[in-house]
């Protein structure tokens, strides 16, 4: 089974992007990850993952921090009863911002999180509700996302996991490596160049690039099947058979036993 989030006006799902430019700004990394998120754009046509210093005065300051999330409505369709196998989800670089100042070379890791505000919107709050647990054990790297290239997570355990079955909506997110593992990124005092580095991922409202795509790979019990019949046909006739024969054993046993008594 495959999903996509909706585009606008969003009916059961959305994806975007929340970040925070307001407690993040000229700010340090670590006030810039533990901000509480300050806006968000639940239906542009690319969600930004990324950092940026904005061309600010100041050794190792920062104006900008954004993280990515997109959900898919995977309950009504995949049932609570089946066995998910392996699941992937595909995604195009629309366009990658890394200018020559440009802070180090980055990753981007699928993550998960809960408390968000609305199945169909973002909002700013939302940038503080992405936790850290991957749902994919390799990232995607920086170097390798260009304008239009496509790029595909799979899923592991924990992200399989992940999938709601029956009922519900199933969110990933996505965060830069050095969000993830609060690694202050070592950027210059350069006030002439902006440094950044970030992907912006193409959303279920762009027109020409492909939406997110979650892949399901599951199945159910198996039904009854032509060898299963074969068999309790088999089984059927045996017991007939074992019954014809329990029966005139039983009917030579009365006539000898009478012939006996007489």
């Known amino acids: 089974s495959t999903f996509e989030p909706d585009a606008d006006p969003e009916t059961n799902t959305v994806d975007g992007q929340a970040y ?8 340090t990394w670590a006030t810039c990850r533990g901000a509480a998120g300050s806006a968000a754009l639940p239906s542009a046509i690319t969600m930004r993952t990324g950092y940026s210093d904005g061309s600010i005065s100041g050794l190792n300051k920062f104006t900008l921090l954004s993280r990515g999330l997109m959900g898919f409505n995977t309950g ?25 100042g440009g802070c180090g070379a980055d990753t981007y890791a699928l993550v998960g999180g809960t408390g968000y505000d609305s199945a169909t919107n973002i909002v700013g709050a939302d940038f503080a509700t992405l936790n850290t647990t991957r749902q994919a054990d390799t990232d995607i790297n920086q170097a390798d ?17 992940n999938i709601s079955q029956g009922s519900g909506i199933s969110r990933f997110n996505i965060r830069t490596g050095f969000d993830m593992a609060d690694s202050p990124v070592a950027c210059t005092s350069d006030d002439a160049t902006i440094q950044r580095e970030a992907v912006n991922w193409a959303t279920a409202d762009h027109t020409t690039q492909a ?11 198996a039904a009854a099947g032509e060898d299963d019949q ?8 045996k017991l007939y058979d074992l019954k014809v024969a329990v029966y005139y054993s039983l009917t030579d046993f009365i006539g000898t036993a009478y012939a006996a008594i007489k």
């Open 76 to 100: 009504p369709t995949i049932p609570a009863t089946d066995t998910i196998t392996s699941a992937t989800i595909g995604m195009v670089s629309s366009t990658k911002l890394a200018e020559a």
């Open 145 to 161: 996302a260009g304008t239009g290239t496509s790029h595909t997570w799979t899923l592991n355990a924990t992200g399989r996991a």
């Open 20 to 27: 925070d430019d307001v407690n993040c700004a000229n700010s």
């Open 211 to 221: 939406a997110p795509l979650l892949t399901v790979e599951h199945s159910g019990a």
């Open 230 to 237: 074969d068999v309790m046909q088999m089984m059927y006739w």
